[in-house]
C-alpha cells in the first residue's frame, strides 16, 4: 500500500528531512519519551507465539499527552502579528492543555473551546495554565464557536490534529520510537481524527517500508475507518466512547491522505476491549493510562492478534489526562 499510494499522492506529507528538522528544533524543549518492553500478564497469556511488545510511553510528555509536539510546532510557525492577536483551540481535553500550556510558555492568550461533558481534570488544568475556557454543548457546537472566534477575533486557530505543522509535530513520536527500537515489524497508533497517526505513519514507512502501521479507533468514534472505507473525510453525527480524547467528530483531508498513503489498515475496538486494555496496562506495567492510550493494546489483543502473534510490535501509549473517579470506575468495568 505504501508504495502504491505514493506514486498517486498529490498532496505533500511529512518528510524524513523535515522531520528531522522538527526533532531537532524540538530538541530541550520537548521530552524524548522512553519506551518499556511489556513481558508479564497479558502478553503471556493472550499472545499465542513468541514475539516482543514495545510501549512508547507518550503518557511521560509534558501536559501528559503527544499533544504538546504539535501544539509546540504549530505555535512555533506563528508571526509576531499572529501572537499578538492570540490563539483559540477546540479539543475534548487533551490538546486544549497542550496548547494552554505553549501558550503559557510563549506568553500568548488563548480561548480553548471545549464540550460541557470533557473531563473535570482537563478544564481545570486549561485554567491553571492560563486559558480562557469556553463550554460548548456538543464537540460539533465546540468546532463552530472555535471557527467563529478565529474570524471575529482574529486569532489563529490550532487546530487539534489536521495540518502539516501538527503532522510534523506528532511525527517525532515514530522517528524517536525507529531510534530505540530498531527492526519492528509493526506499530499501533490510536487514531481519533488522524493527527497522531499520520505523522508517526509518515516517520515510521519512511523509515522502514516494510514495518506495518496499523490504527485503531473505537466503535463509536470511527471516523477514519468510515472515511477509509468511503475514500473521502466522512463525519460522525454523534460520538459515543469511552476514549473521549479520540471522539472527533469529522476527518480532514491532509490528515486522511497522510494516513491512506502510510497506514496499512483500520481496525476498530469495542469500549469493552478499551477497559480491559486499560486494566491490563494497569495490572502488568503499572501504567495510569487514559483509555486513547489503551487502544493500540485493545487492537493488538483484539483484531489484530493474529496479524501481530510473533511479530516485533510497537504500541503507542498517547497519554493520560483523567481524573481518579473516572479511572477507577473504567478499569473496574475491565477488571471483569
Known amino acids: 500500500m505504501f508504495q502504491q499510494l505514493e506514486r498517486a499522492d498529490t498532496r505533500a506529507y511529512p518528510s524524513l528531512h523535515d522531520i528531522r528538522q522538527t526533532a531537532e528544533r524540538q530538541s530541550g524543549k520537548v521530552l524524548t519519551t522512553p519506551v518499556w518492553r511489556w513481558q508479564t500478564g497479558a502478553v503471556e497469556e493472550l499472545m499465542s507465539k513468541p514475539g516482543s511488545v514495545w510501549l512508547k510511553l507518550e503518557l511521560f510528555q509534558k501536559t501528559g499527552t503527544f499533544k504538546f509536539r504539535g501544539a ?11 501572537k499578538q492577536r492570540g490563539v483559540v483551540a477546540v479539543s475534548a481535553g487533551n490538546h486544549a492543555v497542550a496548547v494552554a500550556y505553549t501558550a503559557r510558555l510563549m506568553n500568548i492568550h488563548a480561548i480553548v473551546v471545549m464540550p460541557q461533558n470533557a473531563s473535570p481534570a482537563r478544564i481545570a488544568a ?7 475556557v469556553q463550554l460548548a454543548p456538543s464537540v460539533h457546537e465546540a468546532f463552530r464557536w472555535g471557527k467563529q472566534i478565529a474570524v471575529e477575533e482574529g486569532r ?5 490534529f489536521d495540518g502539516p505543522l501538527t503532522a510534523l509535530g506528532t511525527a517525532t513520536v515514530g522517528l524517536e520510537l525507529m531510534q530505540q527500537v530498531p527492526g519492528l515489524d509493526a506499530v499501533v497508533v490510536p487514531i481519533g481524527g488522524g493527527g497522531l497517526c499520520a505523522g508517526i505513519s509518515a516517520a515510521v514507512k519512511q523509515l522502514n517500508p516494510a514495518c506495518k502501521v496499523y490504527g485503531v479507533e473505537p466503535f463509536g468514534a470511527d471516523i477514519m475507518y468510515r472515511s477509509f472505507q468511503s475514500g473521502r473525510p466522512e463525519k460522525l453525527d454523534k460520538v459515543d466512547t469511552v476514549a473521549d480524547s479520540l471522539g472527533a467528530p469529522y476527518a480532514m483531508p491532509y490528515s486522511m491522505d497522510v494516513c491512506r498513503m502510510f497506514v496499512d489498515e483500520v481496525v476498530r475496538v469495542s469500549d469493552d476491549q478499551i477497559c480491559r486494555a486499560m486494566y491490563y496496562l494497569y495490572r502488568d506495567v503499572k501504567l495510569v493510562a487514559e483509555p486513547a492510550a489503551a487502544v493500540a493494546a485493545a487492537g493488538m489483543f483484539g483484531p489484530l492478534k493474529e496479524k501481530l502473534d510473533g511479530k516485533k510490535v ?23
Do not use: Q, W
Open 72 to 82: 509546540l510546532n504549530c505555535f512555533e510557525a506563528l508571526d509576531y502579528a499572529a
Open 126 to 132: 486549561c485554567k491553571e495554565y492560563g486559558a480562557e
Open 156 to 160: 489563529a486557530m490550532i487546530h487539534p
Open 314 to 336: 510497537g504500541l503507542i501509549v498517547c497519554g493520560s489526562n483523567m481524573d481518579p473517579a473516572a479511572y477507577s470506575e473504567l478499569i473496574t468495568r475491565g477488571a471483569v
